[in-house]
């Protein structure tokens, strides 16, 4: 979201605690019984010419529809259910909200124009796509928006903020569009900076914030063009706390994010795409102490595995007057370090891979889909670096074939001039469309480049195992089968994966498909080792360690720990014969990975082993001597084919 140049941010510890005291709290209602979502079937055929099918997924770097075709999301945010108050005076006063647009936790202009006239001007504009705000605080709103909200829409009367949301979602998939939703907040409070939405836990807890993302995932379930959850935005520091990225802590983003993922595939829709944005902002803003963007740059060294590995989609934020390392702040607060517009069009291509679309590379652990979700510019803007920023961003996401979501898609004329659709009080279009609007051609040429289409083969997939602070079990097989190793810490690759990799220390393991796709036999008949009986006689294939190893026929998916001692192995039947033969790949005193890094480096600085592409792990060894790690020193390697 466009940050108010984000001078509140840590410039005054008063002023921000005097902010953090006047933000709203959640109003407390009874919900919809979750086993009952909304009914958003009935809708509006959608346009003829509109092909993709629901739901999506993910082929490597590409998002892809049911037919494995490309699914570019080229989108915009219809921003206003996330709140509009600025945090200071009356709420009822316009001048108190962000450009004097008072949204009344709504999508913006439907005080305006009909809905319908709001869609077409959408699909004139390109898009196929809404990313659609909404606070935590709109869900449980009892009262019903007042009738000036909706003047342009007299069939939306009388309905609470979260039954306007229904309808906007309803009119949206109804033409055709997919919604991809965000928890933008958790109050209905303007964002960003020290404002009680800093993390998805600022006004409230983990596990609330958990809850209400299975409501909504729910309640739109019926809705297959309801494509995707954005988990939350804009995750930053608060007065005293940086989020952090795995720490095991309660300001961990990338703990909570794997949580309300699992929950949202497991207990409410499993069609969703995820979309886990990078950590927004960390440290103070003063030049001399310790401050930085980090985006998305910590998934290099521990990405998320999700139980279904085909629906993450990683995202990142790029606005013209913040940096890499520079807040956006004017004035107070402000630090001597560029901002995006400051740099040269190579170094700004440089700092969008390295923060971002790195993701994209194909065959690592962290490999998904980047979505840019919030990227803008005003179209009063005269400033001649923040012009060619924009030109130089929308030429960057042209050449690498980008999806997008420009901020904001619509606000008042006369009052947000960053918006690309304006209306004025008799409904009125101005905006982007227009001949004048200086960000027409960058726009056409983002619109109108030459893009990737029709089928996306299938890609090999690579994901990370950790167990830093507890069980990664990404298998749904093996979750039915209950607790396979009580008291230990548990990882498992996700359904249609394989165990290829493991780090002497460092707790981490690799999974894959390559070359042989989902090896597993149908059913869940499963193996848990913990001893050498299944190594046959003459087979010692490590001598003086323990050998946790398969039953022929078998190949490895987990593994367990206890501290950093191995504990157990897991394994399941191959659905087709497998070799028996093997090689020891030895790990305990240097890495031992094939040579062309295939999966990436799964557990930086920590000696790793990892099978060939043609093969499958069949065994652990470990030692227990004194003096030695326990961890897993050798993997058993055997041919995928005898």
């Known amino acids: 979201m466009q940050t108010d140049r984000f001078v509140k941010f840590l410039t005054a510890l008063t002023l921000s605690f005097a902010l953090l005291n006047t933000a709203p709290s959640a109003v407390?209602?009874?919900?919809?019984?979750?086993?009952?979502?909304?009914?958003?079937?009935?809708?509006?055929?959608?346009?003829?010419?509109?092909?993709?099918?629901?739901?999506?997924?993910?082929?490597?770097?590409?998002?892809?529809?049911?037919?494995?075709?490309?699914?570019?999301?080229?989108?915009?945010?219809?921003?206003?259910?996330?709140?509009?108050?600025?945090?200071?005076?009356?709420?009822?006063?316009?001048?108190?909200?962000?450009?004097?647009?008072?949204?009344?936790?709504?999508?913006?202009?439907?005080?305006?124009?009909?809905?319908?006239?709001?869609?077409?001007?959408?699909?004139?504009?390109?898009?196929?796509?809404?990313?659609?705000?909404?606070?935590?605080?709109?869900?449980?709103?009892?009262?019903?928006?007042?009738?000036?909200?909706?003047?342009?829409?007299?069939?939306?009367?009388?309905?609470?903020?979260?039954?306007?949301?229904?309808?906007?979602?309803?009119?949206?998939?109804?033409?055709?569009?997919?919604?991809?939703?965000?928890?933008?907040?958790?109050?209905?409070?303007?964002?960003?900076?020290?404002?009680?939405?800093?993390?998805?836990?600022?006004?409230?807890?983990?596990?609330?914030?958990?809850?209400?993302?299975?409501?909504?995932?729910?309640?739109?379930?019926?809705?297959?063009?309801?494509?995707?959850?954005?988990?939350?935005?804009?995750?930053?520091?608060?007065?005293?706390?940086?989020p952090n990225w795995g720490?095991?802590?309660?300001?961990?983003?990338?703990?909570?994010?794997?949580?309300?993922?699992?929950?949202?595939?497991?207990?409410?829709?499993?069609?969703?795409?995820?979309?886990?944005?990078?950590?927004?902002?960390?440290?103070?803003?003063?030049?001399?102490?310790?401050?930085?963007?980090?985006?998305?740059a910590p998934a290099r060294t521990l990405s998320h595995t999700l139980v279904d590995a085909h629906k993450l989609v990683y995202s990142a934020h790029f606005y013209g007057y913040t940096g890499p390392r520079h807040s956006g702040a004017t004035g107070v607060g402000e630090t001597h370090d560029p901002r995006y517009q400051d740099l040269t069009r190579d170094q700004l291509y440089q700092v969008l891979g390295d923060q971002a679309f790195f993701v994209t590379t194909e065959g690592q652990h962290y490999t998904a889909p980047v979505w840019i979700s919030e990227f803008g510019v005003g179209a009063n803007e005269t400033g001649a670096a923040a012009r060619t920023w924009f030109g130089n961003i929308t030429d960057?996401?042209?050449?690498?074939?980008?999806?997008?979501?420009?901020?904001?898609?619509?606000?008042?004329?006369?009052?947000?001039?960053?918006?690309?659709?304006?209306?004025?009080?008799?409904?009125h279009r101005y905006g982007i469309l227009d001949q004048?609007?200086?960000?027409?051609?960058?726009?056409?040429?983002?619109?109108?480049?030459?893009?990737?289409t029709g089928d996306v083969p299938q890609v090999p997939v690579w994901r990370m195992l950790a167990t830093d602070h507890g069980d990664a079990v990404e298998s749904l097989r093996v979750r039915r089968g209950g607790d396979w190793d009580s008291g230990a810490y548990k990882a498992v690759c996700p359904d249609g994966l394989r165990l290829t990799g493991l780090s002497h220390t460092g707790r981490r393991g690799l999974c894959t498909d390559t070359t042989a796709g989902d090896l597993h036999a149908a059913g869940d008949t499963q193996t848990v080792v913990t001893d050498e009986r299944h190594v046959p006689a003459g087979g010692d294939w490590a001598g003086g360690y323990t050998k946790l190893q398969c039953p022929a026929g078998q190949f490895l998916i987990g593994y367990s720990r206890r501290g950093e001692r191995v504990s157990a192995a897991l394994c399941v039947p191959a659905r087709v014969p497998l070799g028996l033969s093997g090689r020891t790949v030895w790990f305990d005193r240097s890495d031992n990975r094939p040579s062309d890094g295939a999966g990436?480096?799964?557990?930086?600085?920590?000696?790793?082993?990892?099978?060939?592409?043609?093969?499958?792990?069949?065994?652990?060894?470990?030692?227990?001597?004194?003096?030695?790690?326990?961890?897993p020193a050798a993997l058993l390697c055997s041919p995928l084919r005898p």
């Not at 069949?618 to 790690?629: D, E, K, Q």
Request: aromatic share 10%; with cysteine; glycine share 8%.
């Open 247 to 296: 720490l095991g802590d309660e300001h961990d983003w990338y703990a909570a994010a794997q949580l309300a993922a699992d929950r949202i595939l497991t207990e409410a829709n499993p069609d969703l795409l995820i979309v886990v944005e990078g950590i927004n902002w960390t440290g103070l803003p003063v030049d001399g102490l310790p401050h930085d963007r980090p985006t998305l």
């Open 396 to 427: 960057y996401f042209a050449d690498h074939d980008a999806d997008f979501a420009y901020w904001p898609l619509v606000g008042w004329e006369g009052h947000d001039d960053w918006a690309l659709l304006r209306y004025d009080t008799a409904g």
């Open 600 to 631: 990436g480096d799964f557990a930086q600085g920590h000696y790793k082993g990892q099978c060939a592409a043609d093969e499958y792990a069949a065994g652990i060894a470990f030692t227990a001597r004194l003096g030695s790690s326990p961890g």
């Open 28 to 242: 407390a209602t009874e919900r919809p019984p979750a086993d009952s979502p909304v009914d958003l079937t009935a809708h509006t055929a959608p346009p003829l010419t509109d092909t993709w099918q629901p739901p999506l997924s993910t082929r490597g770097r590409y998002i892809v529809d049911a037919q494995g075709h490309r699914f570019r999301l080229k989108s915009a945010n219809w921003d206003g259910a996330q709140g509009s108050w600025t945090g200071s005076g009356s709420t009822a006063d316009p001048a108190n909200h962000h450009a004097g647009q008072n949204s009344y936790g709504i999508p913006l202009g439907l005080d305006r124009a009909p809905l319908s006239d709001l869609l077409a001007d959408f699909h004139e504009l390109g898009i196929n796509s809404i990313r659609l705000p909404f606070s935590n605080e709109m869900i449980h709103a009892t009262t019903p928006v007042p009738d000036t909200a909706v003047a342009a829409n007299p069939q939306l009367r009388g309905k609470t903020p979260l039954e306007v949301y229904d309808a906007v979602v309803a009119a949206l998939t109804g033409d055709g569009f997919a919604v991809v939703l965000n928890n933008h907040t958790n109050t209905t409070r303007w964002c960003c900076g020290i404002d009680g939405n800093e993390r998805w836990n600022s006004s409230q807890s983990t596990a609330q914030w958990a809850d209400d993302w299975v409501f909504m995932a729910r309640r739109y379930k019926a809705d297959p063009r309801v494509v995707g959850a954005d988990l939350y935005n804009e995750v930053r520091r608060d007065i005293l706390d940086d």
């Open 436 to 452: 004048d609007d200086w960000r027409a051609p960058a726009w056409n040429h983002l619109m109108t480049a030459a893009s990737r």
